[in-house]
């Protein structure tokens, strides 16, 4: 088999590859897996994985399956396959016809274990929980054999079964397999292969009673599925010689290949599925979708691309040892992706009021104003203008600070596809002194967004007009976190939350045009940001906007500032 992409980087995993290519292991086939657990959504560290496989398999010519190691049945349910399958599909990639479930298997792992008995390397152990532990010993101290390690064959045989049959509770017996308890490598320790969970699996129902556990069951499926290269993340370095005593023990021919790369990690993000689960429990956020989750869902109701994640796994590459990534790479790779495909349109976040006094009472035109400005192929759409309008309160300065261009008492700006106003009063309110009301006066000659007599103006800025603006919900996302590594330090993750990780403004006004977006669509807000409809809560003529990411890293500015 030959490469099919010859343009795909390399490193150490196609490295390895391509050397058993080379030496015909496999028979120069290519088979991966992404093997999720389903007990949780997929988050943005998932995605390294998925595209690593798929992209590894796809390089090769090679397959890739969707396999769910569902040997839990603690957590596990339909709606977390369903939500893995869609981040899947979502990201780009097809398994097709190859949709797997380790509890496809059970049956032929019981009789891996039953096998294993047989041969004497498993045995059934009488001891609890606390009791394993303390026998196992530590780092440092070897462990010492259980009492019951030396049953015969015949007994843990009849235990085993007995142990299927349900005729035992829980945590009194599990089955182990029998290595070596003063092994330096904790994990050959005996560990266990099956425990009894009296739970009904969201597949099998109460078929069984006894469950296998990750390591047995893991190794074996990818053997069962023919696949060439495990490949998974750093953690599971220490779990490569259990991995391959199973395979090998159980007289595995051509065993499959386990090779480690270092899992993604994300400044200002957690990624442990145990915290991400503690934040949806606690309501900090409002679901696995929520657009503050590092989640594929969360990410993709905020506006993330699919083309964006995919690009940034790639930039990223694959490394042997763990690092922490800027979370400033994948935001600005969002923002490439959208600055070519978001349509511009124009929207008032917070509202003050312009009074155009010499515009007439009953006139409304209509500005031909392009989606993007340099790709008139997205074409434009028709912006009415009339004599109130409304304008972002920041882009109006009784007293303006130096370098303040925008509109203040007595200048002139442009407004964007539309005429120059100038400033001549200002209304304030009686009781806080702010500024409720802007008068201007327009030039009818500089339609165009030019003056005639050429003269200049310092600045253009967004308008939408207040007898045709829409009433909109905007959500202004930022970083779930306030410092980049939330679990660094003596303090609580926790005590690391962001309280201004979400500002919504409920009385956005946006131009016409967008009463009606479908929800997921994305656009960017003039001089504002990128936003995505929200897929839920939007609704025809009441839109809800989340902000995907600001036009430029706020974050660095306010460091640069420091």
Request: proline content about 6%; hydrophobic content about 35%.
């Amino acid at each position: 088999m030959e490469q099919t992409d010859r343009s795909a980087p390399s490193d150490f995993i196609r490295d390895i590859i391509d050397e058993d290519l080379r030496i015909h292991r496999y028979q120069r086939r290519i088979a991966t897996r992404f093997p999720p657990e389903p007990n949780g959504y997929l988050h943005i560290g998932h995605a390294k994985s998925v595209c690593l496989n798929f992209g590894i398999a796809a390089q090769y010519g090679g397959i890739c399956n969707l396999r769910f190691d569902d040997t839990d049945p603690s957590g596990e349910n339909m709606e977390y396959v369903d939500s893995i399958m869609r981040d899947v599909k979502w990201l780009g990639f097809d398994w097709e016809d190859r949709l797997y479930y380790a509890s496809d298997y059970y049956d032929r792992l019981y009789e891996y274990a039953l096998a294993l008995i047989k041969m004497g390397k498993a045995y059934v152990c009488d001891l609890n929980a606390d009791e394993i532990r303390e026998y196992r010993g530590t780092l440092t101290t070897p462990g010492k054999d259980s009492p019951y390690r030396n049953r015969s064959v015949e007994e843990n045989l009849k235990l085993f079964e007995r142990m299927r049959a349900g005729e035992f509770a829980e945590e009194t017996h599990v089955l182990r397999a029998k290595i070596d308890m003063a092994s330096p490598n904790m994990t050959l320790r005996d560990p266990i292969m099956y425990r009894i969970k009296k739970e009904t699996h969201y597949r099998t129902g109460d078929k069984w009673c006894i469950y296998p556990m990750y390591d047995f069951a893991h190794c074996l499926s990818d053997s069962i599925e023919g696949i060439t290269h495990s490949i998974c993340t750093l953690e599971f370095e220490n779990n490569r010689p259990l991995y391959d005593w199973f395979l090998n023990e159980s007289k595995i021919e051509n065993p499959p290949r386990q090779i480690e790369f270092a899992r993604l990690n994300l400044t200002f993000t957690v990624l442990s599925k145990r915290k991400l689960i503690d934040l949806v429990e606690k309501g900090i956020v409002s679901g696995w979708d929520d657009p503050q989750m590092p989640t594929l869902a969360g990410m993709r109701r905020r506006g993330f691309t699919p083309e964006a994640i995919r690009r940034f796994c790639e930039r990223i590459g694959v490394a042997k040892n763990d690092s922490i990534i800027d979370v400033d790479l994948l935001e600005n790779l969002v923002r490439e992706d959208l600055n070519e495909k978001a349509p511009r349109v124009m929207a008032v976040l917070h509202p003050l009021r312009v009074v155009i006094d010499n515009y007439p009472e009953d006139l409304v035109e209509e500005f031909d104003c392009p989606y993007h400005p340099q790709k008139p192929e997205m074409g434009s759409r028709k912006v009415p203008f009339s004599k109130v309008l409304y304008i972002e309160q920041d882009d109006f300065a009784v007293n303006p600070p130096k370098k303040f261009l925008r509109l203040a008492p007595d200048r002139e700006v442009r407004l964007r596809y539309g005429y120059f106003i100038r400033c001549t009063d200002v209304v304030k309110d009686a009781n806080t002194g702010q500024v409720i009301e802007v008068h201007c006066t327009y030039d009818p000659e500089t339609r165009s967004g030019f003056a005639p007599d050429g003269r200049k103006v310092g600045a253009t800025i967004h308008w939408v007009s207040a007898a045709h603006a829409v009433v909109a919900e905007a959500r202004l996302y930022d970083r779930l976190f306030r410092v980049a590594n939330p679990l660094e330090g003596d303090l609580d993750y926790l005590d690391h939350l962001n309280p201004q990780s979400l500002e919504v403004i409920h009385l956005a006004q946006v131009e016409p045009s967008l009463a009606v977006a479908v929800p997921g669509r994305l656009f960017q807000f003039e001089r504002i940001g990128y936003f995505c409809v929200d897929a839920f809560d939007s609704k025809a003529g009441s839109p809800v906007f989340n902000r995907t990411v600001t036009l430029r890293d706020s974050w660095a500015k306010l460091a640069d500032k420091k």
